[in-house]
């Protein structure tokens, strides 16, 4: 999947979803068993309240969890890929 790096991505309006301690839960319109987001995954969730694009997400993560910016990376394009699938985020 290619990214555009002016793409800015947000969570659907239409996706129920709710807060656990540490993780977000998710039911995306169409998909039958809901997601478990933890951890970092948690994170990006609560970030895409607002749109943002990757590198926007990437540098508020890696500062908050001190780790390199392109492990980070590597690891939010996968979750976006995935949520994008499951119709959970979109991109503009």
Do not use: K
């Not at 555009?4 to 979803?17: F, G, H």
């Not at 997400?57 to 995935?82: G, M, T």
């Amino acid at each position: 999947m290619s990214f555009d790096s002016a793409a800015l991505w947000r969570r659907r309006d239409d996706v129920l979803w709710r807060r656990s301690l540490d993780s977000v839960i998710l039911l995306p319109v169409g998909v039958e068993e809901p997601m478990t987001l933890p951890g970092t995954g948690a994170s990006v969730w609560d970030l895409l309240e607002e749109p943002a694009s990757l590198a926007e997400l990437v540098a508020i993560l890696a500062d908050a969890y001190e780790e390199a910016p392109a492990v980070i990376e590597h690891d939010v394009r996968a979750l976006l890929a995935e949520l994008e699938s499951l119709g959970a985020v979109t991109r503009s």
